[in-house]
Every structure is written in structure tokens, then in C-alpha cells.
């Protein structure tokens, strides 16, 4: 018999044709009737405007370690456990994931129903935030997207840090008043520059309403301190990337004997020493109280702090989806955040 009780189903004659026909084993699994349960979970966005389920699909993988139809799988999933928004980046395996989405967005008819985030500025075609490239970049990715406006454009300062704030909010405004940009979000700007960006706005320029900044258990000090205080000051809503730390907090791969000679590995082996393996003990510990994988344990102390609206996980399997999602019912108490406390220590 196989997975919850679907296997080979017994025949009954037809009485209309007499041919065999396979009938539903009674133990087979009720089909989903109607809305998702996740559908009625939404948070809002900050001031973007958008409320979505507290857990972005992040397409890294997809066109990289994710084919077409396996991505396709991944994004039914997340939508059908409630899952509304989706980010992205033009950067990613060269364009090639907002491809993936753009098909399933297009084959889906899903494009109104979805939040669309896309990160921009390291398409080595029209890299950086100056006007030029950043306009480029916008409508190579609507193109790639099949769509007409992005929700979420967030604003790549790690791939330029030449052109000035005011330059590339003034371009950004002429983007959002074309109707191709809805809102815009931030990646690598300092505490100082989201300071700057708000006396920009009130002057008329279009605010950096979501934070996207690598943020995890193990890996806190770059938001931790004054962008935490700006953000939580300035009411940015934090979409935290990186939750799984390259995933090493899914727990799968404990030893670097098990980790492959390629930047992923190199990635997942930074993260074995003895801090990591304190770490897991105690997420594993706590999952095993809460009856809730690792990797949903690390996604549910992102949800408990206080700035943080969604975080964005890439994953590369269905089954990924279903481990992660757990993570957003989750409860930590005051004892389980003490103890992933000292084991970051």
C-alpha cells in the first residue's frame, strides 16, 4: 500500500458498460475541497499596500538546481497551502527563474492573485541602480515575467554603490507613475541610507517600505543594531532572506563529509563549527517538543521578532514547502527563545 493508504484501488464492473472501473480505496486521503486553510492567514506588507501569507517563495533555485516542471510543482504547493507571494531577482541563473515564474504565472493565471517581488540590479546585462540600467532592468523583467508590473521592486545597493539615493528614487518614481512598479523595497542599503530615503520621500520621492537583508539564528549582526532600529522606527516591513542559512538549518546535512565540492557546499561547510552544531541541537530539541521539523523551528523564531512581516525561503523540493509552512503556526515561548539564544552565543 503506498503513502497514507493509496495503492492499488479494487475494480467494480460498470453498469452502464460492463468495462472494469477503479474505485477510491477508503482509506484514500479526502480531496481539498475549496480555499486553501492558509488562504485566511495574511499579514500586511508594511505600507506597500499588499497582505500576504507569512512565507515568501523565494525562486533562487529555480533555473539553477529546480527545472521547469519541478519549480512549477514547488510554486502549486506553496499556493495551495496559502502561499500568495513569490520574489524573485534578475540575477537569478541569469533571468532564467523569473522565466520559470513567468510561465507559471501565465499557464496558472495566478498573476492578480500574487504578490510579485523582484530584486534588481545584478543582471550582468544592465547591472547597478543608475537610471539607465535600473529602467532596462525593470522592463527586461516584466518581459521575462509575462506581466505588466512588478508588486515589490527591491532595490539591489550591493551591485552599485556609485549612483546617488536621490537618482535612482527619482527613477524609481517615474516607474511607479508608468504603472510598471507598485511599491519598492531595499536590499544593502546602511541604516544611513534608509534615513536618507525617508527625507527623500518627504520631498516627494517614493518610500522604501520592505527590507530584504540576509537574517537568521545564526546569522543576526547585520540586522541587529541601527538597521533594526531605523526599520522598526520607519514601520519597513522585513522580508529576512537566507532564513536557512544556505540551508544548513533544515538540518539535512550535519557533517562535511556530506557536503559536495561547489559553492553551496562551501556555503553549508561555513556553517559547521561548533556554534552551527549548538544551534541545531537546540532547534532539533525544540521541534521535537513542538512535533515540528528543524528548519520549521527557525522559520517560526524568524516570525517571533517583531520586525520581521515574512521571510523569504528558497527550497528545491515539494516537500520542502510542507516542512517550512509548519513553521508559521508555530508558537515559540519565552524558554524556547532563551535557548536559541545561548546556543548563538
Not at 52 to 81: K, Q, S, T, Y
Not at 139 to 148: F, G, K, N, V
Amino acid at each position: 500500500m503506498g503513502f497514507f493508504g493509496v495503492g492499488t484501488s479494487p475494480t467494480q464492473a460498470s453498469p452502464q458498460t460492463g468495462t472494469p472501473t477503479v474505485s477510491e480505496h477508503p482509506s484514500a486521503p479526502i480531496p481539498v475541497q475549496g480555499a486553501p486553510l492558509g488562504a485566511a492567514i495574511r499579514v500586511p506588507l508594511g505600507e506597500t499596500g499588499f497582505e500576504v501569507f507569512p512565507l515568501i517563495l523565494g525562486g533562487a533555485e529555480f533555473g539553477w538546481h529546480v527545472d521547469m516542471a519541478a519549480a512549477h510543482g514547488i510554486l502549486d504547493a506553496h499556493r495551495e497551502r496559502g502561499g500568495n507571494a513569490v520574489h524573485t531577482s534578475d540575477g537569478y541563473a541569469a533571468g532564467r527563474s523569473e522565466h520559470i515564474i513567468g510561465q507559471w504565472l501565465h499557464r496558472r493565471g495566478t498573476r492578480d492573485a500574487t504578490v510579485l517581488g523582484v530584486r534588481v540590479g545584478t543582471n550582468p546585462d544592465h547591472s547597478g541602480l543608475g537610471p539607465v540600467n535600473l529602467i532596462r532592468a525593470v522592463e527586461a523583467s516584466l518581459t521575462r515575467l509575462q506581466t505588466d508590473r512588478i508588486d515589490v521592486l527591491y532595490l539591489d545597493a550591493t551591485s552599485d554603490r556609485v549612483t546617488a539615493l536621490e537618482d535612482t528614487l527619482a527613477t524609481a518614481e517615474w516607474l511607479i507613475e508608468a504603472g510598471k512598479v507598485r511599491a519598492l523595497g531595499s536590499l544593502g542599503h546602511t541604516a544611513a541610507q534608509l534615513v536618507e530615503a525617508r527625507i527623500l520621500a518627504s520631498a516627494g520621492y517614493p518610500r522604501l517600505t520592505a527590507l530584504d537583508v540576509p537574517y537568521n539564528v545564526l546569522r543576526q549582526t547585520e540586522y541587529d543594531g541601527d538597521l533594526r532600529l531605523v526599520a522598526g522606527a520607519q514601520g519597513i516591513a522585513v522580508t529576512p532572506s537566507q532564513a536557512l542559512e544556505h540551508g544548513y538549518l533544515a538540518g539535512a546535512v550535519r557533517s562535511r563529509a556530506g557536503v559536495a565540492d561547489s559553492v553551496r557546499g562551501s556555503q553549508l561547510a561555513a556553517a559547521m563549527n561548533r556554534r552551527g552544531t549548538r544551534m541545531l541541537r537546540a532547534l532539533d530539541r525544540i521541534g521535537a517538543e513542538l512535533s515540528i521539523p528543524t528548519s520549521a523551528v527557525a522559520i517560526a523564531w524568524l516570525r517571533a521578532q517583531r520586525t520581521v512581516v515574512a521571510p523569504i525561503v528558497n527550497v528545491y523540493a515539494v516537500s520542502h514547502v510542507d516542512e517550512l509552512v509548519q513553521g508559521i503556526g508555530a508558537r515559540l515561548s519565552r524558554a524556547h527563545l532563551a535557548e536559541i539564544a545561548r546556543a548563538a552565543q
